[in-house]
């Protein structure tokens, strides 16, 4: 297994990861691709798009990020 560092979605897209997305408060959860989350959230830092990503549900801007590996 690789050592991967992966700390902002650019490195998503290089590394080919996917992100999910998950609530602690609605329990919601949503995966997206690299490519997806660079262009709607931008190219960032993962712990600062962690805190600008607002839930449709609740309306609340709690997230928990989680790199995905590569199939």
């Not at 998950?22 to 262009?39: F, I, K, L, N, Q």
């Amino acid at each position: 297994m690789s050592t991967k560092h992966v700390r902002t979605t650019g490195d998503l897209v290089s590394f080919g990861c996917d992100l999910r997305i998950e609530r602690s408060s609605c329990h919601a959860s949503r995966t997206m691709s690299g490519p997806a989350a660079a262009t709607i959230i931008g190219v960032i830092e993962l712990r600062r798009a962690a805190t600008r990503l607002k839930c449709e549900r609740s309306a609340k801007k709690e997230a928990r990020l989680v790199v995905l590996d590569p199939l």
